[in-house]
């Protein structure tokens, strides 16, 4: 079985995209269940987690949406503003909403983490038994460890194995292993292509998080910048926690 913990859809037609710049023009266009559907049949995929692309609450509802009508659509990581009221938002939502993230590595201040509305934020999110997922690199991580410590009870999940930079990984390296020795962070082995090295990141985060706490995802449709859907199956190896244990536990995902 496989389940694809990390996959995108959009339409630039119809929202702002601000990370959408000309180096990845391939990718203005829509992508759909329409458009994905296909490739899951291909490669045996039972289903997906689709991850919020813009921080607009609007998009979380949409989603919310396209899961309700769409059955390969296993869970929702949404968008909440985690400096305002999260109870309230998430009083709004219906579905499968699964988990929240933020682009934390597009902030400007790289503790935007530790920020006191946004810790209690984290607060509200932990109890509504959601997920957070940590979009961060290395000068976020370390503000993700101490984060990931002061919420012991919340579930993190460390998006794109927390981009390997090309060059001075040491920093990289560092976070992301301290990150490990925590047992609520689990691990994506996910836009593996898009940056550096994958076979490398995917042996360091199987040796650090062990197999019961990686997944994989596809990061689609970024990944086709840099490969085609399939090769991050094979590059992640045929563990069955790797290909689908660990998402179904980690969120809590109902199989078809």
Not at 7 to 13: E, L, R, V, Y
Not at 56 to 85: I, K, N, Q
Not at 166 to 193: H, I, M, Y
Request: proline content about 6%; charged content about 20%; aromatic content about 6%.
């Amino acid at each position: 079985m496989i389940v694809d913990a990390h996959q995108h859809f959009w339409d630039p037609a119809t929202a702002d995209y601000p990370w959408m710049t000309d180096d990845v023009a391939a990718l203005r266009r829509r992508f759909g269940p329409e458009d994905l559907e296909p490739l899951l049949r291909q490669h045996g995929v039972a289903g997906t987690v689709v991850v919020q692309a813009r921080h607009d609450l609007a998009e979380t509802r949409e989603l919310l949406t396209l899961a309700a009508e769409t059955p390969s659509l296993l869970g929702v990581v949404g968008w909440l503003d985690l400096t305002g009221d999260v109870h309230a938002q998430l009083g709004e939502l219906a579905g499968p909403l699964v988990g929240v993230r933020h682009q934390v590595h597009d902030e400007a201040d790289p503790e935007w983490l530790l920020r006191a509305d946004v810790q209690r934020g984290l607060d509200a999110v932990e109890a509504g038994g959601l997920v957070y997922d940590l979009l961060v690199r290395a000068r976020e991580l370390p503000a993700a460890v101490e984060t990931a410590r002061r919420h012991p009870g919340l579930s993190f999940v460390l998006d794109h194995a927390g981009k390997a930079p090309a060059t001075n990984r040491d920093a990289w390296a560092q976070g992301v292993s301290a990150l490990a020795e925590l047992p609520n962070v689990t691990c994506k082995l996910s836009g593996l292509f898009t940056e550096v090295d994958p076979e490398g990141t995917v042996a360091l985060a199987l040796r650090w998080f062990g197999p019961d706490r990686c997944m994989f995802g596809s990061d689609w449709p970024v990944c086709l910048l840099a490969s085609e859907y399939g090769d991050g199956i094979a590059v992640v190896g045929d563990d069955p926690d790797v290909l689908a244990g660990t998402a179904i536990r980690t969120y809590a995902l109902a199989l078809p």
